[in-house]
């Protein structure tokens, strides 16, 4: 592995943490709930039209709530490391095959 992809990985990792919460709340998941209409209470309104008038626990709009008003979980920013990571990887491979 070289410079770059190490460089770009660290990049896509630390860029993706930072990022995250900004991300969050574009969409409409802040701290003091739900955004009136946003993306994220398009996402409630359909996720609790199919269940049958509840959100799930668990469920994608659930998590995003949680992730907005409490912040992400150590688990969570692991993942999002771990994506960002690997997407700033994949770029630098890409690049180095030009």
Request: aromatic content about 4%; charged content about 0%.
């Amino acid at each position: 592995m070289g410079l770059l992809t190490f460089v770009a990985a660290a990049a896509g990792a630390t860029g993706a943490v930072v990022a995250a919460p900004f991300v969050l709340t574009a969409v409409g998941f802040t701290a003091g709930g739900i955004a009136a209409g946003s993306i994220a209470s398009g996402m409630m309104s359909a996720a609790a039209v199919a269940n049958g008038g509840a959100v799930a626990a668990g469920s994608l709009v659930a998590l995003g709530q949680a992730a907005g008003a409490a912040g992400l979980s150590a688990g969570a920013t692991a993942a999002v490391a771990t994506t960002g990571g690997t997407v700033g990887w994949l770029t630098a491979a890409a690049v180095a095959l030009i």
